[in-house]
């Protein structure tokens, strides 16, 4: 397991935080217990911001026409939507709840080219809301496969999330299971399919990204 580059700034502030703590801790306190109580909180909130940006070593499906899940995080949506921004028709959408504790780490569901990618400016409505989709601050990504399907995936920031990294761009060659952006704490992953795409998951599944297997494409 190792740490994502997002978290190198903050997790290096925050380690000079609690040392600076720790020292003054030391130096101007007696009594052990009361360093000890005094100091744990920090010590808590430092291993939890470590916690969040840690990036485990996991092992891709094999089958190529299998979509894997993007986010880590629990399945929230799988329904017959209509898909304003890039298709502009009905697709099969799933939704991917992340919570803040989860891996926030996001890789490509589908092998391919980068097609098309936006960033929109917008609200912090929770993720779960009706109208975070089209309304908060989100991120879209299009690739299309090898055989000349089109996959939508789109992150969208939550309430507690305020910046949204995609790192992909039009014309990238896209690998399954490779990075293509972080969201920092509480969001959403969506993912667009075809209407004759096989589902593999139902909701309420806990999803693994690299891993868990959303879809098949026919």
């Not at 000079?16 to 101007?28: N, P």
């Not at 891996?103 to 975070?132: C, D, F, M």
Request: hydrophobic share 45%; glycine share 6%; aromatic share 12%.
């Amino acid at each position: 397991m190792k740490l994502h580059r997002e978290g190198k700034t903050i997790i290096r502030t925050a380690f000079l935080v609690l040392f600076v703590l720790l020292v003054a801790d030391y130096f101007l306190i007696d009594i052990l217990w009361l360093q000890a109580v005094l100091i744990a909180p920090f010590a808590v909130l430092f291993l939890l911001i470590l916690w969040f940006f840690r990036i485990p070593t996991r092992e891709l499906p094999v089958e190529n026409s299998h979509v894997i899940a993007p986010a880590d995080g629990k399945i929230v949506v799988i329904e017959k939507t209509f898909e304003p921004e890039y298709f502009k028709d009905e697709r099969i959408q799933i939704s991917i709840f992340m919570s803040p504790l989860n891996i926030h780490q996001n890789v490509y569901p589908v092998s391919g080219e980068v097609r098309y990618t936006k960033y929109h400016e917008g609200k912090y409505l929770v993720a779960w809301h009706p109208k975070s989709s089209t309304e908060n601050e989100r991120a879209t990504v299009v690739v299309e496969t090898d055989t000349g399907t089109e996959v939508l995936f789109r992150q969208i920031a939550g309430a507690v999330a305020r910046r949204i990294c995609s790192y992909a761009k039009v014309g990238d060659n896209a690998r399954k299971g490779s990075e293509f952006g972080f969201i920092k704490f509480g969001s959403r992953v969506d993912v667009f399919l075809p209407l004759d795409a096989k589902i593999l998951c139902s909701v309420g599944d806990k999803s693994v990204n690299k891993q868990t297997v959303l879809a098949e494409l026919i």
